[in-house]
């Protein structure tokens, strides 16, 4: 069935270092990939969504990847702050039909040290 | 705009107890879904809805969990009867049918 793998399960910066997370999906069809940031006892909160049409999409200090061929898409996050701490969940979808649904990896704890 | 609102916000029942949650989706959105998330874990859906038809519920477990979203806005999901593995975070989100999805704040069930 359709799967979403994510690494690493925990990371720990250095503030101002950069973080990345790694997620690869089976799912060929798979057109539509969102992050979403997730703090402790909070709601998951979209925080960079991309395309199967493009290969990066940039917004501020956060950069997501995408490699079709692959079927691997990346999370980068520069200049990190204390916080960027959080849970850090990547997923996939077939959107733009009829069941957008997402298929979320495992999540990343990501913790960035002052 | 006003968000994804859920209710209860934490909900502690006994196994064989049944229980039930209530959404109320982001104004004009046509899309809602329910996901539960277990501890440690991303969430998994159990349920799309568009407007108050069912467009899949392919993993929720039917023979205890139900839900409807009679007049296509506000939702209901219900557990009847509660088992210990149930205890996870159950997430409302919705959408307007395009992918972004809008989550809230979730309910927090705990089944001893």
């Known amino acids: 069935g359709e799967n979403v793998e994510q690494h690493p399960s925990t990371l720990s910066v250095q503030e101002g270092d950069s973080a990345v997370i790694k997620c690869t999906y089976s799912?060929?069809?798979?057109?539509?990939f969102p992050w979403y940031k997730q703090e402790l006892g909070k709601r998951p909160q979209l925080i960079i969504d991309?395309?199967?049409?493009?290969g990066e999409k940039k917004d501020q200090r956060i950069a997501v990847t995408l490699n079709k061929t692959a079927k691997h898409f990346s999370l980068h996050i520069t200049e990190t702050q204390p916080e960027d701490s959080a849970v850090y969940f990547c997923?996939?979808?077939?959107?733009?039909?009829?069941?957008?649904?997402?298929?979320f990896g495992t999540g990343t704890l990501l913790a960035v040290q002052p | 705009e006003a968000g994804v609102a859920q209710s209860p916000r934490y909900k502690i029942i006994e196994k064989r107890q049944s229980v039930a949650f209530w959404c109320n989706p982001i104004?004009?959105?046509?899309?809602l879904y329910w996901y539960q998330q277990i501890l440690g874990q991303g969430p998994k859906l159990l349920i799309q809805?568009?407007?108050?038809?069912?467009?899949?519920d392919s993993q929720l477990p039917k023979d205890r969990f139900s839900a409807e979203r009679l007049k296509g806005v506000d939702s209901t999901l219900k557990i009847q009867p509660a088992k210990l593995e149930d205890s996870a975070v159950y997430l409302c989100?919705?959408?307007?049918?395009?992918?972004?999805?809008?989550f809230g704040p979730g309910t927090r069930l705990t089944v001893t």
């Open positions: 799912d060929s069809a798979s057109n539509y």
């Open positions: 809805f568009q407007n108050n038809g069912v467009v899949d």
């Open positions: 991309i395309r199967s049409n493009v």
């Open positions: 104004s004009g959105h046509a899309t």
């Open positions: 997923a996939a979808s077939k959107g733009g039909g009829a069941t957008n649904k997402l298929i």
């Open positions: 989100a919705s959408s307007l049918g395009t992918s972004e999805q809008y």
